[in-house]
């Protein structure tokens, strides 16, 4: 957590006190981020720091090689990425299309960050079915966690746990796992059900938007004299 914000500001700055400044603010940032992201997605925080920090020096390596390189680099870069996100709208077209019901990588990562996306293609009946399934099972979940910290409370704290108690506990923590699979699968149910109503228009589209982003005049940039 020192080494990374030190080198960030190495890359950036040729004094020590521009080193510094640069540092303290690069490891400020990134540590609200990764803090961010862990209570955010209720991710570990030690790992979640650890991937921010590895994030933000490669992000500061790629800003450096960005501001360094010349115009045919830059250029070179961009149609790249263009191709690069091209292909990877076409795939997901075309997956969305042949197999619906299977896992959208895409799409799962576009609602996992904004979850508002779903009613762009949930019914008014799939929105509400999708929202008090999650529901349940957040509840479930907060249940089970509840029924963990009583436990862990409990032996902390040197009391002893009979046998029934053990057993009900256990049996609690089970069903309300089972509970939250359940919701879990209703909540995969209506998501395929949906994407599959909406499979050809949306993969269609999709097919547009990766022509429209694909440069199709790809031998230029790397050809100096058209520069």
Do not use: N
């Amino acid at each position: 957590f020192l080494i990374i914000p030190a080198t960030i500001g190495v890359i950036f700055a040729s004094s020590a006190p521009r080193q510094l400044a640069v540092g303290w603010v690069a490891g400020t940032l990134t540590s609200a981020v990764g803090l961010a992201a862990s209570f955010a997605m209720d991710l570990p925080t030690g790992a979640a720091m650890v991937c921010a920090f590895g994030g933000a020096l490669a992000l500061a390596g790629i800003l450096k090689y960005v501001l360094r390189a010349d115009r045919f680099a830059l250029r070179t870069a961009m149609v790249a990425a263009r191709w690069i996100g091209a292909a990877v709208i076409a795939l997901s077209a075309i997956q969305l299309a042949v197999a619906p019901r299977q896992d959208q990588p895409l799409f799962d990562m576009l609602e996992y960050a904004a979850p508002p996306l779903r009613s762009l293609y949930f019914s008014k009946v799939e929105s509400a079915t999708y929202r008090d399934s999650d529901e349940y099972a957040e509840r479930h979940r907060l249940a089970a966690e509840q029924l963990i910290e009583l436990e862990r409370r409990r032996r902390t704290e040197g009391e002893a746990l009979d046998d029934l108690e053990v057993r009900r506990i256990s049996s609690f923590l089970k069903s309300y796992g089972e509970m939250r699979k359940g919701e879990q699968f209703v909540m995969g149910e209506v998501r395929a059900r949906a994407r599959e109503r909406i499979r050809w228009g949306a993969s269609l589209s999709l097919l547009a938007l990766a022509l429209l982003l694909a440069p199709l005049s790809w031998g230029r940039p790397w050809s100096r004299s058209a520069a």
